[in-house]
């Protein structure tokens, strides 16, 4: 059941990058969102499949959209909160998915 989180992560990306771009007509912000969006769907589809690499796929897909969206909500003050929610959700499923990693590794 871990593929659904990736799966909401992709479409939640890709809206967050489809707004950046209609609020102030940043491709950067759509094509980061497309991108990291469709890491995170062949993630889950590794992951649904039972595939090697799909929870480290989704783990660095997780810590790009901190990497990226972090910055940018500090710089804001918390005050944007596309940049906000996007960092937050992307600490989380780093968390989730670090987790899973751990796991698979490790047995436990």
Request: proline content about 5%; charged content about 15%; overall charge positive.
């Amino acid at each position: 059941m871990s593929h659904h989180p990736a799966y909401t992560m992709a479409g939640l990306c890709a809206v967050g990058g489809a707004i950046g771009y209609a609020k102030g007509r940043s491709i950067p912000s759509l094509v980061a969102g497309a991108g990291i969006g469709a890491v995170y769907w062949i993630a889950g589809e590794r992951i649904r499949e039972n595939k090697a690499y799909g929870h480290e796929l989704a783990f660095a897909a997780s810590s790009l959209l901190l990497l990226a969206m972090g910055p940018k909500a500090v710089r804001t003050g918390g005050r944007a909160p596309v940049p906000l929610a996007m960092s937050l959700l992307g600490s989380g499923s780093a968390a989730y998915y670090g987790k899973k990693v751990y796991e698979d590794k490790y047995g436990v």
